[in-house]
């Protein structure tokens, strides 16, 4: 246990991101990913606060229902997708709530993308899943590709101080509109909390536990997110210890790059 949890951890790596990590334990983590993100990553309120508000604008009066969503297609990107579970719940709520949207999910590590490929649905389902692809968002970024809003959570606490600004900047590059970033806030009753919760039997076969307290240990505070984040974004806390880091994109940029792209 950090006695002050005063420092991140360069140094030691998730066991998730290790190519020689157990197969099943690490299929079970991204099983579990589902739950830990709607319950402790409060991604429904993340999407009515910072994603609906947008694909509204855009949309305007050109609003369907489930089933038959209508008005211009709304392209949502995750980066860093993992096991899916948030790019399926934005496929999920945006069409819901009526709209067109497609979502696209990135992942640089071929397991996560066959975990996600391959679950949350079954496989002889018919209608509109994400397209989940093997890129970083450089990759997105040189082939022009753009999005509505783009998403990403608990990828921050990967990367260290000087590549935030560089990851931020391209997710900033990718967006027409809005960039929503979430990941830990690193505090000590978190990491204290998360021990308690983490010790559920469900989690017993997974990464979630001893991952969870790494990411705890490696994550931000707002005050450092703030520092190291390029000019323009804001950081917000979201309770509990979580933030949001935010970029609209200026109408100007954003209307030179949809005239330009795909
Ligand atoms: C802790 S998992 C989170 C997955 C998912 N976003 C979620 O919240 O459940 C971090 C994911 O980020 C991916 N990742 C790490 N570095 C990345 C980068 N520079 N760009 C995009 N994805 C990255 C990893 O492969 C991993 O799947």
Redesign the pocket.
Known sequence: MPPSLARREPDLV?W??RPDCDPERLEATYGH?RW??RRL?RWWTVYRRWVRPVLRREAGDHRGVEGCERGPVLRIL??????G??ARALLHWGQADGFRVEVTG????PR?LRWARSSGTAPDEVGPRPDFRQA??SDLLQGGERFHVVV????LH??EDP?VRA?LSELEGLALRRVVVTDIERSPMGYQLFRVVSALPRFRDSYVRP?GLL?IRRSFRARELARVSPPGWTVRRLVPFRLVALRDVPREAASSLEAGSP
């Open positions: 998730e998730m991101d990913f830990v993100n990553g995750d980066v860093g997708s993992g096991g579970d948030i990135i992942d640089p590590d996560a970083m968002a990403s959570n608990h990828v990967h990367l590549e990851f991952d990411s």
